[in-house]
């Protein structure tokens, strides 16, 4: 049996499709926990991507609160006697996680870049020393908690002639001391640079937040429009939301084409593009770390080079 459970609809097809593969080889089933989100054309939609069964819940929170959906989904696991536990790894999921791992006093491994089984136990592999290195675990018991990133896997195809069920469940929720007092929502330019196609991202080589402008022209030219950055440009210099922010601790995005502008590619940084295809670097310094990754390499000032590079690929998109 393979629970899976996310808040996001993308990340939980992602899921299914991963949590097919661990089920098939042991004979189980693919479960999918909907905490307050009674639809059911999207938990049938979840059968049709190759969910077995579909679990309704209402917490009786207004929102997500942590130990509440810890509560609900420990009971859920116990119900199914679950073996691996999927959890989406956002911010809520991982939260989730780690408490449901402490109250079934069991092991909880943290943005897993592949899950399978191997000698009948299930083992993971996740990114460690900032992506230098990749460490292999296995869990010692059951059920083993994941939380698994965007994108990493693909979802399945659409069958409508799946069947499964949709259920709807109760479970006891006790009563917690925390109340959430208010939500503040952050800033957002609502740019979703995990989505993207083409992204161009910049860094810390452009001297002012005026200069973007630079890169959004190429990111029109090739009919991108996303635009991405560094951690500098945006937490420390505030030029662009976090909505842009690409890396370790921003978003982990896998663009067919990715332009490095004035980014020294340190691993952090990479860590958030290694899934991308083509990746194109534009830096002044020849042995920027960014060439390293990059597929394509231009040597020069990005005052220069953006606005020729700009030009040439209008002419050749007209
Ligand atoms: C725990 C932790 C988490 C982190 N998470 C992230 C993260 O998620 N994402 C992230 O990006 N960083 C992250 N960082 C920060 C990371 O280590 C780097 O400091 C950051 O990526 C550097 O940003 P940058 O490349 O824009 O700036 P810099 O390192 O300052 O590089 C600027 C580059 O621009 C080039 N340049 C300057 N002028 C020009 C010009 N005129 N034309 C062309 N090139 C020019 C320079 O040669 C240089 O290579 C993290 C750090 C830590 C410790």
Not at 264 to 272: D, F, N, R, T, V
Request: net charge negative; charged share 30%.
């Amino acid at each position: 049996m393979v629970l899976i459970y996310s808040n996001n609809k993308k990340l939980t097809l992602e899921m299914i499709a991963k949590g097919r593969e661990l089920a098939d080889e042991q004979d189980g089933e693919v479960i999918v926990a909907m905490i307050d989100e009674k639809d059911e054309n999207l938990a049938n939609e979840y059968i049709s991507h190759g969910a077995d069964k579909v679990f309704l819940v209402e917490s009786g929170v207004e929102n997500f609160k942590a130990e509440e959906y810890t509560d609900i989904m420990a009971n859920m696991v116990n119900d199914v006697e679950s073996g691996p536990v999927l959890i989406g790894s956002n911010k809520y999921g991982k939260e989730l996680a780690s408490r449901l791992a402490a109250k079934l006093s069991t092991g909880c491994v943290i943005d897993c870049t592949d899950i399978y089984m191997e000698d009948g136990e299930l083992t993971v592999e996740r990114m460690v020393y900032n992506g230098n290195a990749i460490s292999v675990e296995r869990f010692s018991g059951r059920p083993g908690i994941i939380t698994v990133p965007s994108k990493l896997f693909d979802p399945l195809k659409k069958d409508e002639g799946r069947s499964g069920e949709v259920i709807e469940k109760s479970y006891d929720v006790s009563s917690s001391y925390s109340n959430i007092a208010g939500i503040e929502e952050m800033p957002s330019e609502g740019v979703d640079v995990e989505a993207a196609n083409i992204i161009v991202s910049c860094g810390r080589g452009f001297k002012n937040r005026e200069d973007l402008h630079l890169a959004e022209e190429l990111a029109d030219a090739l009919k991108g429009k996303v635009i991405g950055c560094s951690r500098p440009i945006s937490a420390d210099l505030k030029w662009l939301s976090e909505d842009h922010w690409i890396g370790l601790s921003g978003h982990k995005v896998k663009p067919s084409l990715y332009f490095a502008i004035g980014i020294s590619g340190q691993i952090q940084h990479i860590a958030g593009i290694r899934d991308s295809g083509i990746i194109v670097a534009i830096n002044k310094d020849p042995n920027a770390l960014i060439f390293d990754s990059a597929d394509y390499g231009i040597v020069g000032d990005l005052y220069e080079v953006l606005p020729k590079l700009t030009d040439a690929i209008k002419k050749e998109m007209d």
